[in-house]
């Protein structure tokens, strides 16, 4: 079956400029997870969505940063007035509802901030 | 919340030699621990987990161990193959459902 998507590959803006970074998560999976990857750098947790609990934002580096996550499968992340290090790969990742299960991950969204 | 740490951050081996990567937590209610390898331009993939009620698993060439009363964990790769040359990235949760991810080690097999 199809895995865990993203879009778009690729996303180059400028400066102040807001973006939205989408996932589609494996059809079934209730949890949903936004991870982002600097340069050589590990996982930085963002927020995860679990069914239709109130999202755990702990992880959201500043009020730039809102996720949704609509019908519970699509989630968008928005980042606003994006600034420079804000550069790096924004990756999404779903599993099954019960915990400690493998989180799929999606191929990600490289975002350069010029 | 829960800390991990990650070691080494970048490993060298002989193709056919052993790597041994390790990580420490600090939540002892930690009980799940999964390890993932991301090859280059790639997604993260889980290769091995293990749950707190056994101290070691092992698949084919790669085993975990793991020590509840030191609050670590480490990834073992016997017989190692250029194939295995990625970044490999430790875990463990906090909470039920969020996970925190270690800063990755980079695995290069020399051939």
């Known amino acids: 079956g199809a895995g865990v998507s993203q879009s778009p590959s690729n996303k180059v803006t400028e400066k102040g400029k807001d973006v939205e970074l989408r996932c589609d998560p494996i059809s079934g999976h209730t949890a949903l997870y936004w991870y982002r990857q600097s340069l050589g750098q590990g996982l930085e947790f963002l927020i995860y969505f679990q069914g239709n609990s109130a999202p755990d934002k702990s992880g959201l580096p500043s009020d730039r940063f809102s996720a949704e996550r609509t019908g519970g499968s699509v989630s968008t992340l928005t980042i606003q007035r994006t600034q420079q290090e804000d550069s790096a790969v924004y990756l999404c990742?779903?599993?099954?509802?019960?915990?400690?299960?493998?989180?799929?991950f999606g191929p990600g969204t490289r975002l350069t901030v010029l | 919340g829960e800390n991990v740490e990650q070691h080494p951050s970048t490993l060298s081996v002989q193709e056919g030699d052993s790597a041994v990567i390790k990580c420490t937590y600090s939540?002892?209610?930690?009980?799940?621990f999964p390890w993932y390898k991301q090859e280059l331009g790639k997604r993260p993939q889980l290769i091995i987990d293990i749950r707190s009620n056994v101290g070691e698993k092992k698949d084919q060439r790669i085993a975990v161990t793991l020590n509840k009363t030191a609050k670590h964990f480490s990834l073992h790769i016997t017989e190692t193959q250029p194939e295995d040359s990625a970044v490999y990235f430790c875990?463990?949760?906090?909470?039920?459902?969020?996970?925190?991810f270690g800063t990755g080690t980079r695995l290069k097999v020399l051939a």
């Open positions: 990742a779903s599993s099954l509802v019960l915990a400690y299960n493998e989180q799929f």
């Open positions: 875990a463990a949760p906090s909470g039920t459902y969020k996970y925190i």
């Open positions: 939540d002892s209610a930690s009980n799940y």
